[in-house]
């Protein structure tokens, strides 16, 4: 057993001592021993070259890590969280995800970046967003939302070994964390779904920090009898279809959370999947449970009631299967 | 002042700006028989820069440009043909038809192009040096960008960048005046931008850009300081673009008698008329330039009109490395 | 000849207004030259040729706004001479304006022949023309209750006939635009169970919300079900309605009658029959199915099947015998080749298809192959009767009882043996006036007993 954050730790750490192509930069990686103490030590084990403290520059040092990619190295780039990342979005619309088209197959972008997403510690408008969805629509890029320990370690090891710029959000929640890590099996793929739970009277869809409130609504709903399926999506550019769709083929019913706000979300991403591909095994209408269209407030309970919970995964669950 | 270079130097001088000058107007030419769509921004009047700065760096150094690149990349080495095949969007083009006029790409000329967001290249270039400089290697990144490229946050952001972490990348900025149709007074605060660098640490220089010779010089020096030293320098080049800043351009902006004081400075016109009159070319010399430039220019039409396009069900290649499920 | 044309000075120009020409007609240009001002979006553009020499016409005026590609001016050979000096810049504009005029001819012609490539057939309907989509209307009365729109819909019928199955797919699988009160809300999946498990939608009462059908309702539903049976007998009357409807709907039905002196042929059969084992006698009816089916031969227009836009004559005359059902059904299996054979094995055959028509026990191939019907209610007492044609066929002979009358005979009132005979028949097939012949070769025939 170990913490979401030792198993990023214990990955990046692999990377570093086996691949010298691979370095970290980032803001606070080195003296500060990362924002989120996951690089604590890192400095003192493989000095200033490769762990890299940037100055305040996001665009640049995003940039400046898809350059290095280019080159010939395998960088690691710490974007702090989501809300400073939308300072090198030009960096990764414009560059990262087009190099490989651009010029026509000559050059690929072998870049991993890695940024906390998400809200719920009352850190406040500016500091709460998830923005998965505005990444995950770009074609050229690919992004992951480990949800458990476990995942939280292999999906470094996975994003390092692809030659597409690969894009991992861990959510601040999830941090502290605890779970078991097994660093010797094979991994699984990263782009394929897990069914977390199975069940048969409705599809709970989640990914990133919601995922445990849909297992946390599974229990509950289990109370009243209703047996919910809780399905994981782990990768959210490619969006794996098949699973999604094969579990509300046996349910019939979902319900998609996403801490997103709902317009534009993945959750309607998920929502036109299945209304295309398994429109007729609903027998109801899809429900997504996503933060209100709010800026997130930073009053506790204000907070609370943006952000999705168990109680609203639950209530939607109930609704979709019906009174009968 | 003598130009203080053999004939063969001069020749070759001459040929490469005469052959950007011809490359261009066919451009044009092609471009109203809309043969190259989208946009097309034309290097007329800043050939000095391309040639000079391209002669003077190795052929091993790296290259990063913008979107005015046609130049460069022909004295990089990318054949006209492709250049040519590549604005028509065919997929004999350089970047296999997929980037068009303002993204040409080389691999094997070290040509990373071509970049259509203006400041959007400065990280990349120091991306490049970073990876050079990890990996032990001597090696210059020339980064090309206009006047207005100096004002976007990422100029000065790789500016703080490079100096603090020392790599070795060459700022090369062409500024002819304008930030497409805002005039240098109107867009920057410190009139001589060679003073910004000097205030994060990086020494600067300024050159006369519409003299090629002037140009080879000055970049060669900078780029061998750099490539000794691991550390960036910033060179200004003082140039003018005669034309519009993109083929859709009415230039409001300027007044056509400003345009024709400058033309007086064509570095074309004005190295010929120097080399001749020291001479070590002549009017013979010049005839079978323009006369093999216009072949060149002529085989590259021909070239990009066989090109074939490319099958629409390759629509997906290159977005990911290998296609997704 | 080399001519300037309007150029793309932009990725979204499509058009550019001459402002003004730089040169004139015989004026020499060479490649670079400015040649004219353009106006566009951003403002004026000073243009270039980059053809060289003498301009021998100008072909749009200043002012004019042409599409980007639009041929401007002729560029000659230097020295071809200004022949067209002469011609000024007027006529050539002119001359433009003719072309643009009919190249927007062009243009409006050739939208209405794509307007025309799917062409659309009119129904008739005594003698009115129906434009608008192939659908009878029982088709169309089906559309209007499921919501479906037949513009644009696709006929899987013949010659792109809309079929009510045409409807009834698109009413399940395309939504219609607007909701109707009519239509049931059922989830995707309680739908596609209830198809499946033959539940009938509109008898399902739902608990969703709305009253929608879930797939629970769907089961309850389908366990509730008690085990109906439907009677042969209401399903022969439900496909009789909907033949009749059908028949009544189409076919542009005329009619004609005829009375018929049945004197010779009733003598005849009197002496036939007085002479003739029991197995071997006739009756009446035959000699009048034998004479209907003679007189086909002489009148194939009524011996044909209707096949969307046309009848096809039939090689066999099969004529189809209306035989009423105990328990209130009709059917009228064919008899094959009617025409043929003697009377006697014509009435054996007839008389062992009533028998087998009433024990439910016809082949299929006899409920099909009639290409005409003669009904005869002359047994019900009925003197004439004015019968439907059974679609596809295209006639339909009905006669009623033969009765006695007071009939003109060489000018005198005797008393004679009459039948009336009403001949149905389709408009779009035949007319008035063959239908008489008909009736009138049919007469000449049942006069002739002997011959049939």
């Known amino acids: 057993m170990t913490t979401y954050r030792e198993a990023v730790r214990t990955a990046i750490q692999t990377l570093l001592r086996e691949d010298p192509r691979v370095f970290l930069m980032g803001e606070d990686v080195g003296r500060y021993g990362g924002a989120y103490a996951v690089s604590k030590g890192f400095l003192e084990e493989f000095g200033e070259e490769r762990i890299r403290d940037t100055p305040l520059c996001e665009s640049t040092f995003v940039g400046a890590g898809i350059g290095a990619a280019i080159g010939g190295m395998r ?50 408008a500016q500091h709460s967003h998830s923005l998965e969805n505005w990444y995950a629509h770009i074609p050229g890029i690919k992004v992951l939302a480990p949800a458990t320990v476990q995942d939280a370690h292999d999906m470094v090891l996975a994003g390092i070994e692809d030659p597409d710029p690969v894009f991992i959000f861990e959510h601040q929640m999830l941090y502290g964390m605890e779970g078991p890590l097994d660093t010797e099996s094979t991994p699984p ?94 027998d109801a209408p899809i429900e997504r449970v996503c933060t209100l269209e709010v800026p997130i407030p930073y009053a506790k309970h204000l907070e609370d009631a943006a952000i999705p919970q168990v109680d609203r995964i639950v209530a939607a669950a109930k609704r979709s299967v019906g009174g009968a | 002042m003598t130009l203080d270079i053999s004939r063969d130097h001069a020749l070759e001088l001459l040929r490469d700006m005469i052959r950007i000058r011809r490359l261009e107007e066919k451009s044009a030419e092609l471009y109203s028989k809309q043969k190259i769509r989208g946009f097309l921004h034309l290097y007329i009047g800043e050939e000095a820069v391309g040639v000079g700065a391209m002669r003077a760096l190795r052929m091993d150094d790296n290259i990063v440009a913008t979107y005015r690149e046609h130049g460069h990349a022909l004295i990089r080495g990318v054949s006209a043909g492709e250049i040519m095949a590549e604005m028509y969007g065919k997929a004999n083009g350089c970047s296999g038809g997929r980037g068009g006029s303002m993204h040409l790409f080389c691999a094997e000329r070290r040509f990373y192009g071509g970049h259509a967001i203006v400041g959007g290249g400065f990280p990349i270039a120091a991306g490049l040096a970073l990876a050079d400089k990890m990996k032990g290697e001597a090696r210059v990144t020339a980064c090309f960008f206009g006047d207005g490229a100096t004002d976007e946050g990422e100029f000065h952001e790789t500016l703080n960048l490079t100096a603090l972490w020392k790599l070795p990348v060459l700022f090369l900025c062409e500024n002819n005046q304008y930030a497409m149709g805002t005039a240098f007074e109107r867009h920057v605060s410190d009139r001589d931008i060679a003073n910004n660098p000097p205030a994060y640490g990086i020494p600067s220089d300024s050159v006369n850009g519409m003299d090629v010779v002037a140009v080879e010089r000055a970049v060669h020096n900078a780029a061998e300081t750099v490539r000794e030293t691991g550390a960036p320098r910033f060179l200004e080049l003082r140039t003018y673009r005669f034309r519009a800043h993109s083929m859709y351009d009415a230039e409001l ?11 007086k400075e064509d570095p074309i016109a004005t190295f010929q008329a120097r080399a001749m009159s020291e001479g ?46 | 000849m080399p001519e300037f044309v309007m150029p793309s000075l932009g990725a979204d120009m499509t058009a550019g207004t001459l402002a003004k020409w730089r040169v004139a007609v015989g004026d020499t240009v060479s490649h670079g030259d400015i040649i004219a001002e353009v106006e566009t979006d951003k403002g004026i553009i000073e243009v270039e040729v980059f053809e060289s020499g003498v301009v021998q016409e100008l072909l749009v005026r200043e002012g004019e706004k042409v599409p980007v590609g639009t041929p401007m001016a002729q560029i000659g050979e230097p020295g071809a001479g200004a022949e067209a000096g002469a011609a000024p810049v007027a006529e050539s504009v002119a001359e433009a304006g003719a072309v643009a005029e009919s190249a927007a001819e062009a243009v409006v012609v050739a939208e209405a022949r794509a307007e025309r490539v ?10 009115l023309l129906r434009e608008g989509p192939m659908a009878s209307p029982a088709v169309r009365r089906r559309a209007h209750e499921l919501d479906v729109s037949l513009e644009g819909l696709h006929g899987s019928g013949e010659h792109g006939r809309i079929t009510i199955e045409d409807v009834q797919h698109a009413a399940e699988v395309g939504p219609s635009p607007s909701v109707s009160r009519d239509r049931v809300r059922i989830s995707p999946y309680a739908r596609r169970i209830a198809a499946d498990r033959g539940v009938e939608i509109e008898r399902i009462r739902g608990t969703g919300p709305g009253g929608a059908i879930r797939a629970d309702d769907v089961l309850r539903a389908e366990a509730s079900r008690p085990a109906e049976p439907v009677s042969a007998a209401d399903r022969m009357q439900r496909a009789i309605a909907a033949a009749m409807t059908r028949a009544n709907d189409e076919i542009p039905h005329y009619y004609v009658e005829q009375t018929i002196d049945m004197g010779a042929a009733l003598a005849w059969l009197r002496d ?74 014509l009435m054996a055959r007839m008389t062992d298809l009533v028998a087998r028509a009433r024990s439910g026990t016809l082949r299929s191939s006899e409920m099909t192959a009639a290409t005409i019907t003669l009904t005869a209610l002359g047994e019900r007492g009925v003197e004439s009767v004015t019968p439907i044609i059974f679609p596809p066929q295209v006639a339909i002979v009905g006669c009623g009882a033969t009765v006695e009358r007071p009939w003109v005979v060489e000018g005198r009132v005797v008393v004679r043996p009459v039948m ?26 049942l006069q002739e007993p002997d011959k049939l």
Do not use: C
């Not at chain 2, 056509?256 to 004081?261: G, N, S």
């Not at chain 3, 062409?119 to 005594?126: D, E, F, L, Q």
């Open chain 1, 75 to 124: 960088p690691i780039v710490e974007v702090m969280t989501v809300n400073f990342s939308l300072l090198a979005l030009d960096q990764v619309v414009n560059n990262a995800s087009l190099m490989r088209h651009m010029s026509g197959g000559q050059f690929e972008v072998p870049l991993l970046v890695r940024m906390a997403t998400g809200g719920g510690k009352q850190i406040a």
């Open chain 3, 420 to 445: 009336r005979v009403t001949l149905g028949a389709d408009h779009r097939v035949s007319n008035g006036h063959q239908g008489a012949r008909f009736l009138s070769t049919l007469e000449s025939l």
């Open chain 2, 253 to 263: 902006y300027r007044d056509k008698e400003e345009v024709e004081e400058h033309k």
């Open chain 3, 272 to 345: 036939f029959n007085a002479s003739a084992s029991i197995e071997e006698r006739l009756v009446s009816g035959v000699l009048v199915l034998r004479a209907v089916a003679r007189a086909l031969r002489k009148h194939r227009s009524l011996n044909a099947t209707w096949q969307g836009v046309e009848a096809v004559p039939s090689k066999e005359i099969n004529v189809g015998l209306a035989v009423s059902l105990r328990g209130g059904g009709l059917v009228a299996p064919a008899l094959r080749n009617t025409d043929e054979g003697s009377l006697t094995e």
């Open chain 1, 189 to 282: 793929s990263p782009w394929k779904a897990a069914v977390r739970r199975e069940g048969k009277d409705v599809s709970l869809i989640a990914y990133g920090g919601s995922l445990h409130k849909a297992l946390g609504a599974a229990d509950e709903l289990e109370k009243e009898g209703i047996v919910a399926e809780v399905v994981d999506l782990r990768s959210l550019r490619p969006l794996d279809h098949e699973t999604i769709v094969q579990s509300v083929s046996r349910t019939h019913r979902a319900v998609v959370i996403d801490e997103a706000w709902k317009t534009g979300s993945l959750a309607s991403e998920i929502s036109a999947i299945l209304a295309e591909e398994a429109f007729y095994e609903l």
């Open chain 3, 118 to 127: 799917t062409p659309r057939r009119p129904m008739h309907r005594g003698g």
């Open chain 2, 280 to 325: 070590l070319i002549t009017q013979d010399d010049v005839d079978a330039i323009e006369a093999d430039a216009a072949q060149e220019i002529a085989d590259a039409v021909e070239f990009a009109e066989q090109g074939e396009w490319e099958p629409i069900e390759d629509i997906a290649r290159h977005t990911y490395a290998r296609n997704l499920p």
